[in-house]
C-alpha cells in the first residue's frame, strides 16, 4: 500500500475551514456533511478528519479510535436522519466508491450514506 495523499482536495480545505459546508455531525476524528449535490432526498457524506485516501487505507493505517469513532458516526448520522431500519426508518444505503473502477472524484475517503426514497437495484447492469 502505497498513497500520497493530496492535500489541495476539497475536503482537505473542508476540514481546514477554507470552504464552508453543511454539518450534520463532528466529532473528534470524523466530520458528517450534506453532499452539495445530493442523489436523493437524504445525502450526507461521512469523512474521517485524517489524511486517508481511500477506504482500504484507513482501515490499513488509521488508529482503532479513529475507526471506531468514524463506525460509530455513520451510524449516528442514520440516526439523525431517521433512517434507521430498526427503529422504523425506510433505510439506506452506504457507498464509498474508490479509485478508478469505482469512480472516486474527491481523493479523501467518504462515505454516501443515501436515503430517503428506494434507491433500486444497487448496480447498473450493463
Ligand atoms: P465521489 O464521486 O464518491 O468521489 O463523490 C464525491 C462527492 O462529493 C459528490 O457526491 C459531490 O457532489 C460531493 N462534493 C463535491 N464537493 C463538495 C462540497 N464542497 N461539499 C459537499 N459535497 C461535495
Redesign the pocket.
Known amino acids: 500500500m502505497a498513497y500520497a495523499y493530496d492535500d489541495q482536495n476539497?475536503f482537505a480545505k473542508?476540514l481546514r475551514g477554507e470552504?464552508p459546508?453543511k454539518t450534520v455531525l463532528d466529532t473528534e476524528h470524523t466530520l458528517a456533511?450534506?453532499?452539495?449535490?445530493p442523489q436523493a432526498p437524504e445525502h450526507v457524506?461521512v469523512i474521517p478528519k485524517g489524511a486517508y485516501v481511500n477506504f482500504d487505507h484507513f482501515a490499513q493505517a488509521a488508529s482503532e479510535a479513529e475507526i471506531v469513532d468514524f463506525t460509530r458516526a455513520i451510524a449516528a448520522v442514520c440516526k439523525e436522519l431517521g433512517v434507521e431500519p430498526g427503529e422504523g426508518g425506510m433505510g439506506y444505503r452506504l457507498l464509498a466508491?474508490s479509485g478508478e473502477a469505482g469512480?472516486?472524484?474527491?481523493p479523501h475517503l467518504?462515505v454516501?450514506v443515501v436515503s430517503g426514497r428506494p434507491l433500486g437495484r444497487m448496480l447498473q447492469k450493463q
Request: hydrophobic share 55%.
Open positions: 476539497i473542508i470552504i459546508n456533511f450534506h453532499d452539495i449535490a457524506l466508491n469512480v472516486q472524484e474527491v467518504h454516501h
